[in-house]
């Protein structure tokens, strides 16, 4: 199966920067991707990364090791709407075509 | 860009009820969606998978009989609550692929409330 493991919960001020760690533990990999989610909402998703490295999105970056298994989501110049619950999810085996979420980290950001 | 619709968004029921939850991809066609359940202050929890014109696969420990799934069509895909007890009151969201290596798109969510 799948694991996905976060910190449940990060805080920070604004104009700062944070980041949501995750560590997995997969048969088989495809990549790792970022959700974002407010209270009550859907998820909207952040980011991707299938290969080791940086992906930069604006204020929103992740960051992969597939040898370490895993990743991590940085938030810069942080604002109170990114206050929120992150997710990181991978594609869940057998048939690797569902979403498999991690623990999820609540992220409150204060003034 | 792909929209998955999902209706109604808050439903209140009676104990011993059922419910049906409706999402509909609305401008691709999914031959697979996804259901999840989240409790509060908690993960999106894979329920199954549904299979246009085949019969859903369920998560280990989700019951198959107490959450009906059908996918009839390759844009519509049901999930019945049958015999709706409090426990079962939870944020229900679909998702399905949208075509993209990476991407999945939500519905926007049903609240259930069992009293």
């Known amino acids: 199966g799948q694991s996905l493991e976060q910190p449940s919960e990060v805080t920070a001020v604004e104009g700062a920067i944070v980041q949501i760690n995750c560590t997995y533990q997969t048969s088989g990999f495809y990549g790792l991707s970022w959700y974002q989610q407010h209270d009550g909402g859907a998820p909207t998703f952040l980011s991707y990364n299938a290969l080791d490295g940086l992906e930069e999105t604006g204020r929103f970056s992740s960051f992969l090791s597939r040898s370490d298994s895993y990743g991590y989501l940085l938030l810069q110049e942080l604002q109170m709407k990114d206050s929120a619950s992150y997710f990181c999810?991978?594609?869940?085996?057998?048939?690797?075509?569902?979403?498999?979420f991690g623990t999820g980290t609540r992220l409150l950001v204060s003034p | 860009g792909a929209v998955v619709s999902q209706h109604p968004s808050r439903v209140i029921c009676k104990s011993g009820t059922s419910v049906k939850i409706e999402c509909r991809s609305l401008d691709f066609q999914a031959t697979t969606m996804f259901w999840y359940r989240q409790f509060p202050k908690q993960s999106l929890m894979l329920m199954a998978t549904s299979n246009e014109g085949s019969k859903a696969t369920y998560e280990q420990g989700v019951e198959k009989d107490k959450f009906l799934i059908n996918h009839a069509s390759l844009t519509l895909s049901t999930l019945t609550v049958t015999s709706a007890h409090p426990e079962d009151s939870s944020f229900y969201i679909c998702s399905a692929r949208n075509g993209t290596n990476y991407g999945y798109t939500f519905g926007s969510g049903t609240r259930l409330t069992v009293v």
């Open positions: 999810a991978v594609r869940g085996a057998p048939s690797f075509q569902k979403l498999v």
